[in-house]
């Protein structure tokens, strides 16, 4: 469905920009298991799952052509800070992004 959804979405964009490219983006709440292999389940426009089947369901969406994710916690059992030191260990290199230098 969502493949559909982005092709309709650069369809239009094509009608309304011409060549102008707008990017694709969509919000996924996470609630990131301690086990990397937990498959998903569903929660309320997301999913509770480890990192192994959360790189793969980006891999997914990066196929169908979304360009950016923005991942929510909200929904999270872990503390965020330990979630995002995971997302920066197992998931961010993994789609050569680069993550900002820390501010001194």
Not at 61 to 75: A, F, P, Q, R, S
Request: contains cysteine; aromatic residues 8%; negative net charge.
């Amino acid at each position: 469905m969502q493949r559909l959804i982005v092709e309709d979405w650069r369809l239009e964009v094509m009608k309304q920009c011409g060549s102008v490219y707008k990017p694709f983006t969509q919000s996924l709440y996470i609630d990131l298991d301690e086990n990397p292999s937990t498959p998903p389940t569903r929660i309320h426009l997301g999913f509770k799952l480890g990192h192994y089947q959360l790189r793969f369901l980006l891999e997914s969406l990066e196929e169908i052509g979304v360009d950016h994710v923005i991942l929510n916690l909200k929904y999270g059992k872990r503390p965020a800070a330990q979630v995002i030191e995971e997302l920066g260990t197992h998931i961010v290199p993994q789609f050569g992004v680069q993550p900002r230098p820390e501010a001194n």
